[in-house]
């Protein structure tokens, strides 16, 4: 029976584990979202929760209890600046894991653990991006030398400038597959 086995000891040993928590902890509250196994991520939830709740008491004592923890000033920074005042409200659940798949060299689970009111930058940036690119329908605009092939090259004739921008129109002509 594994009564009060609560903690996933991740095959680690008890030192390495401590900083390993740190170091993904640091990442998550810097980076707001990161990639690792679901192990770990299930871990990574249990150690980073408390202390986002310890942040919403912005005292000196919660900052160092916190340090302590993180082990990482720029980290403690964030969490204490950004990352409370947003979350000051919320009762618990500051993390969330999203399911990716399996790793393809040993088959371990992957997911992305995330800070729960934070996701919109990861949601709504991917939108706009994608809209503000119009599509063009001219060939040959995305080339360096698509100067010469339709207006001709402005370079002097016979000169070693004139050959590069042919080199490279035929050379861009046969990766995109045009028939010179």
């Not at 980076?31 to 299930?42: E, M």
């Not at 980290?75 to 500051?94: H, M, S």
């Not at 402005?154 to 050379?171: I, K, L, P």
Request: proline content about 3%.
């Amino acid at each position: 029976m594994r009564h009060n086995k609560k903690i996933n000891h991740l095959g680690r040993q008890a030192g390495h584990r401590k900083a390993l928590m740190a170091n993904l902890a640091s990442s998550l509250l810097m980076h707001k979202r990161i990639n690792t196994t679901l192990a770990k991520a299930k871990a990574l939830r249990m150690y980073v929760e408390p202390l986002i709740t310890k942040s919403k008491e912005d005292t000196t004592h919660s900052r160092r209890t916190v340090f302590s923890y993180l082990k990482d000033k720029e980290a403690t920074a964030e969490l204490f600046r950004t990352i409370a005042p947003k979350i000051a409200d919320r009762p618990g659940g500051y993390c969330r894991i999203l399911k990716t798949g399996f790793r393809l060299g040993d088959a371990a689970e992957m997911c992305f653990i995330e800070l729960v009111d934070f996701d919109a930058a990861y949601t709504s940036d991917a939108a706009p991006k994608a809209a503000a690119a119009p599509k063009t329908r001219r060939r040959g605009s995305s080339c360096r030398c698509a100067g010469y092939r339709s207006r001709g090259c402005s370079r002097q004739e016979g000169s070693s400038e004139e050959t590069r921008c042919r080199q490279e129109a035929r050379s861009c002509q046969e990766t995109r597959g045009e028939e010179g």
